[in-house]
C-alpha cells in the first residue's frame, strides 16, 4: 500500500539538453510542498551522450531506442541507489520524440524496470495520456509552479521561466487555489540546446560558458526578425515545441555572433511570450540551466517589463525544479489527481498521466 499523507517523494529529470539525470526529494501530498529533501546530479558519460543523440526522433522498434533506454534506465539507477528511505519515485525518463496530434510522444526508460531494481514503487510514462487524450503533452511542470507559487507565499501573478533544452513559461495567479484554473503554460520558443549544438559541432564544447562568447558577439537583427515572425509565437497557448524548434540560420557567422544571435533567439520567445499572459506578471523566477548563461540572462532582462531572476533570489534550487516537479506530480498520480489540464496543455478537460509501476 502506498502511504497516505505527505510522503518522501524522489522525482527525476532527464531533459533535452542530454546532459545529465537530476534527482531530489520533495515532501508532499501531491497538493501542498511540505518541504524538500536532498537532490543529485548524474552527468552522462559522452558515449551515453552519444547514443541518446543517435536515438533522437526515434520510435518504439527502432533499434536505436533500446540502446537508449539502457543508457536511461543504467543512468537512472546509479544516481537514486544513493538516496535513502524513498516512498516512491517520479521518473520522467528521456525524450526521444514529441508529435503531438501525430505519433504521440516517446520517452526512453522503462519505469517497471527501476521498479525492480530499486524496491520502490515508480510513477513514469506522465505524457502520454495526455497526448492521447488531444493534449500537447507538455509542459508538465505547471501544477508544481502553482504549488511552488503558493509555498512562497505569493499573492501577485508569477511568471515560472525554464530554460533547458527549450523554453518554457508558467504564468501562476497564486490567488487562485485550483492549478487547473490558475496556470497558463506553453513552450515559449529555443532554449539552451542551439546554443549547446552549435558549440558541440563547431567548438569541440558542450556549452558557452556563462554565456562568454555570446558575450563577446553582435545578435544579428536581420535574422532575428525573420525568426520572430514564425507562426509558432503567434499561436495561441497552449503549444509545445521538442527540441526541432525554430532558431535563426546562424551559419556563416562568427562563433560569438552566432551564440549571441541563438541567445536573443531565446529572449525573444520569452518577450514574445508575455503576449499570452492574462496580466502582467509581478516578476519573472528562471529556473532550468540557462539561468547560468549571464549574457542569455541579460538579454531576457532587457526584453521584459518586470524584473527577471533567477529563482536562488526566492531560496529555491533552481537546478533541481523540474525533478522536483515530476515528484510533485508522481503524488497526485498516485493520489487520482490531474496532473495537466486545457490551460496548460489543451487536453479537452484535466487529465491525471502516468503509470504506477510497482516492485
Known amino acids: 500500500m502506498l502511504k497516505a499523507g505527505v510522503q518522501r517523494v524522489l522525482g527525476t529529470m532527464s531533459g533535452t539538453s542530454l546532459d545529465g539525470v537530476d534527482a531530489a526529494v520533495l515532501l508532499t501530498d501531491g497538493v501542498e510542498i511540505a518541504g524538500f529533501g536532498e537532490s543529485a546530479y548524474r552527468a552522462y558519460t559522452a558515449p551515453e551522450r552519444a547514443v541518446l543523440r543517435a536515438a533522437l526522433g526515434c520510435w518504439p522498434g527502432d533499434p536505436l531506442v533500446e540502446a537508449a533506454g539502457e543508457v536511461v534506465e543504467t543512468a537512472h539507477a546509479e544516481l537514486l541507489a544513493g538516496f535513502e528511505a524513498v516512498d516512491m519515485v517520479g521518473f520522467h525518463g528521456q525524450t526521444l520524440a514529441h508529435e503531438p496530434g501525430g505519433r504521440g510522444t516517446h520517452q526512453a526508460g522503462s519505469g517497471q524496470v527501476l521498479a525492480q531494481v530499486l524496491g520502490w514503487p515508480v510513477v513514469w510514462d506522465f505524457r502520454s495520456s495526455d497526448v492521447r487524450l488531444g493534449g500537447q503533452g507538455a509542459p508538465l511542470a505547471p501544477f508544481y509552479h502553482h504549488a511552488l507559487a503558493r509555498y512562497l507565499g505569493l499573492r501577485a501573478p508569477v511568471v515560472f521561466l525554464n530554460i533547458g533544452g527549450v523554453a518554457n513559461v508558467t504564468w501562476v495567479d497564486p490567488a487562485v487555489p485550483a492549478p487547473e484554473q490558475g496556470c497558463v503554460a506553453f513552450d515559449c520558443g529555443p532554449g539552451n540546446a542551439p546554443m549547446d549544438d552549435y558549440c558541440a559541432q563547431h567548438l569541440g564544447m558542450a556549452r558557452d560558458e556563462n554565456g562568454a562568447?555570446?558575450?563577446?558577439?553582435?545578435?544579428?537583427?536581420?535574422?532575428?526578425?525573420?525568426?520572430?515572425?514564425?507562426?509558432?509565437?503567434?499561436?495561441?497557448?497552449?503549444?509545445?515545441?521538442?527540441?526541432?524548434?525554430?532558431?535563426?540560420?546562424?551559419?556563416?557567422?562568427?562563433?560569438?555572433?552566432?551564440?549571441?544571435?541563438?541567445?536573443?533567439?531565446?529572449?525573444?520567445?520569452?518577450?514574445?511570450?508575455?503576449?499570452?499572459?492574462?496580466?502582467?506578471?509581478?516578476?519573472?523566477?528562471?529556473?532550468?540551466?540557462?539561468?547560468?548563461?549571464?549574457?542569455?540572462?541579460?538579454?531576457?532582462?532587457?526584453?521584459?517589463?518586470?524584473?527577471?531572476?533567477?529563482?536562488?533570489?526566492?531560496?529555491?534550487?533552481g537546478d533541481m525544479i523540474e525533478a522536483q516537479a515530476f515528484a510533485f506530480l508522481a503524488a497526485r498520480v498516485a493520489r487520482g489527481l490531474p496532473t495537466s489540464g486545457p490551460m496548460t496543455t489543451g487536453v479537452a478537460a484535466p487529465v491525471g498521466g502516468g503509470i504506477l509501476s510497482k516492485p
Do not use: W, Y
Open 213 to 317: 562568447l555570446a558575450g563577446q558577439g553582435t545578435p544579428q537583427g536581420a535574422l532575428l526578425d525573420r525568426f520572430a515572425e514564425h507562426g509558432f509565437f503567434r499561436r495561441i497557448p497552449p503549444k509545445s515545441l521538442d527540441r526541432a524548434a525554430p532558431v535563426p540560420e546562424v551559419s556563416g557567422l562568427s562563433a560569438q555572433d552566432a551564440l549571441a544571435t541563438l541567445a536573443a533567439a531565446c529572449a525573444t520567445g520569452v518577450a514574445l511570450a508575455f503576449e499570452h499572459f492574462p496580466k502582467a506578471p509581478e516578476k519573472v523566477l528562471v529556473c532550468g540551466g540557462g539561468r547560468h548563461n549571464a549574457t542569455l540572462m541579460a538579454m531576457i532582462a532587457a526584453g521584459c517589463d518586470c524584473p527577471v531572476m533567477a529563482v536562488e533570489a526566492v531560496n529555491l534550487d
